[in-house]
Every structure is written in C-alpha cells, then in structure tokens.
C-alpha cells in the first residue's frame, strides 16, 4: 500500500518532511498546476534528503496541468459575497479565454472545487466579445490564485498536454520523478500523447496515473485501462461534474471496473479535510479510508491537508494507521 502526502508550504522543510515519513508516509505528489519543476525543485531535494536519512526510498509523484482549467494567477485574494457581481475575463477575475468562449448565459461556474459558484449574466454571448463577461455569486467565499474552475456540464476542448507540462516531462528524469499524473484523461489518446512525450524525453520508465476528473473520464474507464499503469479517482474534480450524492456510486464503479482488470488505483481528495484545522479528524472521514482500503485501492493520497493545513504529519498518521487497520481486518476476515 502506498499513502502519499502533497507537497505545499505546510510541509515544506526537511524536519516535517521526515515527521511524515515516519508516520508511514510513501510517497509525494508534487501539483504543478502551482509552479514548475525548476521552481519547485527546492521541495524535490528536501523530501530526497529526508529520505536519505531515515533511510526510505520515496516515491515522486508530478501532477500535470493537463488540460484542466484552473483560474490565472493574481495576489490579491477576493472575498465573493453571495449576490454581489463579479467580472470574468479582461479587467477581471483571470479566466482562460477558451473556458470564456464557452460560457452560455445561465451556465454554473464552479471555483476550487464547486467552494464559490458563480452564475453567467443573462445575454453572455458564447464568444462573449471575445474576453469579459459578468457573473452573480450564488454561493460565495474566498478566491484564491491558481484554483480549479470549472463550467458546469461542459467540457472545454483543451491540449492533452501544457507547454510547461512538455518542459517538466522533459526535466523529469533529473528530478528523479518516479510517477505521472495526467488530470481530465478524456480518452486513451490523451494517455498516448503523454506516453509518447515521456519517451521522448528518455522517461519511458516513469510510471502513468490516470486521473479521472469528469463524466468523459467516467465513461471511458474501459478504453483507458490498458494504457495507464494506475487510475486516480481524484474526488475534488470530479465531485464538481455530478449532484454529490452521486459521487460515492461512480467511486465505487470505478474501483470495481480497476478491480476487475487489476488495474492499480488510488482514492484521493478530502480524505481528512477537516484536518486543514484541526488535529482530529471526524469519524466518517476516518470510515472513508479504511472503505477505500475495503474497495481495493492500492494507494491512498491527502492534497491540501498535507500542503496547506495545519497538522500535515498528524494527518499522515491517520491516514497510514486506518489503511493499515483496514488491511489487517481484511486479512483477517
Ligand atoms: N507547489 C505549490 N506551491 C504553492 N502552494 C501549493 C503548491 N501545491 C499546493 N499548494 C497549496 O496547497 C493547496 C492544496 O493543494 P492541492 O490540493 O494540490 O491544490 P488544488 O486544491 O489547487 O488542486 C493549493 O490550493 C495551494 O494553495
Ligand atoms: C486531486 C485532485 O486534483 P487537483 O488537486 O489537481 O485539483 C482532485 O481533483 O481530486
């Protein structure tokens, strides 16, 4: 079993580092939706050197940009009160002009996750001008640089693969990454781009996980099996393409089509969410791994509890402690 820990400022330096990896931690995933290889590379060295001297071989996850849509940068973070107007696009919120272009009047607008939701102006033209358009704030709260964002019930044509992606896959082998993780896999071609792009970058070897971010993804499970070498069923995301009482059913599909083909595949997103702030978790999160582990998963992963929250060892903890509990009581069964 493997349990990987995001790398983010809550745990970037070698004294925590190495807290984790006491506690069972396996592996990292470094999300280069927030910076590069050359720029995160100080983070690279530190998990290496915490390893070095506790003596434990540690996987290195990159998470691609990928054709997934993510708000631009800007410093200041915006606090969006429900009902007020915000504009997207030129002069405003950092939108990526092919995510505008699909924005119809009416559509639901979902930021880090579906946290803020916003509603398209009524009269939006799809091409909207080109660049700009308003929308209410149906649910509000904090806007932050970076966030995922996504259009409701629409998938927006985007490149298998980012120009910064190609320069990551290309440095990948120095950095001493041991695994891919490809966002929004749509198709199998999307895997074969990338598997093409390692290969010519001499990084054959690196292992690919697919992860399944949207209702495409869902349904094309079957084509993509044959083509990765694990599935991520990365929550987050994908929690944002369907009514969340939906979310556990496709989860469940899509460990059981893994299971059948005996596919690894990981579980990840919110596992311990609530250990952003504080040092225990609830017990339904806690149910949530050891279920996980139930279902057959072959690793586990924490994103913001480990990158931004406040307790990044003491989540690691419970992560490894419940998915270890949970394959002794499999064992045993
Ligand atoms: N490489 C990084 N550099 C700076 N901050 C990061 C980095 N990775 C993660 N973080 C912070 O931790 C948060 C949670 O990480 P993650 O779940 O990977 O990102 P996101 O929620 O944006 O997909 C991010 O939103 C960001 O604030
Ligand atoms: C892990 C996920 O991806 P990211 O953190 O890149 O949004 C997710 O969506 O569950």
């Not at 582990?293 to 690691?316: C, F, I, R």
Request: one cysteine or more; a negative charge; hydrophobic letters at 40%.
């Amino acid at each position: 079993m493997e349990y990987y820990g995001t790398l983010g400022p809550a745990c970037g330096s070698v004294q925590t580092l190495k807290e984790m990896l006491a506690a069972g931690m396996t592996g990292v995933r470094l999300n280069l939706s927030h910076g590069d290889l050359e720029e995160n590379g100080h983070w690279i060295r530190m998990v290496q050197e915490a390893g070095r001297e506790l003596h434990s071989q540690v996987q290195i996850l990159m998470d691609l940009r990928g054709p997934e849509l993510r708000l631009g940068r800007f410093k200041e973070e915006i606090q969006a009160e429900e009902g007020s107007w915000l504009v997207l696009g030129d002069g405003g919120l950092p939108v990526p002009e092919e995510a505008l272009a699909y924005v119809c009047p009416g559509d639901r607008i979902l930021i880090d996750d579906g946290k803020v939701e916003l509603e398209a102006e009524a009269g939006a033209a799809p091409s909207a001008s080109g660049c700009r358009i308003m929308a209410r704030v149906v649910r509000g709260g904090l806007i932050k640089s970076g966030k995922s964002l996504a259009i409701e019930g629409k998938a927006v044509p985007m490149p298998t693969l980012t120009e910064s992606d190609r320069k990551n896959i290309r440095e990948a082998v120095s950095y001493g990454i041991t695994g891919v993780m490809l966002p929004f896999v749509r198709n199998k071609e999307d895997l074969l781009v990338l598997r093409e792009a390692l290969k010519e970058a001499g990084a054959g070897e690196i292992q690919v996980f697919a992860k399944i971010e949207n209702m495409q993804g869902v349904e094309a499970i079957k084509e993509l099996l044959p083509y990765c070498d694990h599935v991520v069923i990365a929550r987050g995301d994908l929690g944002n393409a369907m009514p969340l009482w939906k979310l556990p059913g496709v989860q469940k599909r899509l460990a059981r089509e893994c299971r059948e083909a005996g596919k690894p595949f990981m579980v990840v997103t919110q596992m311990l969410d609530s250990m952003h702030e504080r040092a225990v978790p609830t017990r339904a999160e806690v149910l949530d791994i050891y279920n996980a582990v139930l279902d057959g998963a072959s690793s586990l992963m924490l994103t913001g509890e480990t990158a931004a929250g406040s307790y990044p060892a003491q989540a690691v903890e419970y992560l490894v402690n419940t998915g270890e509990e949970a394959l002794r009581d499999m064992e045993e069964a």
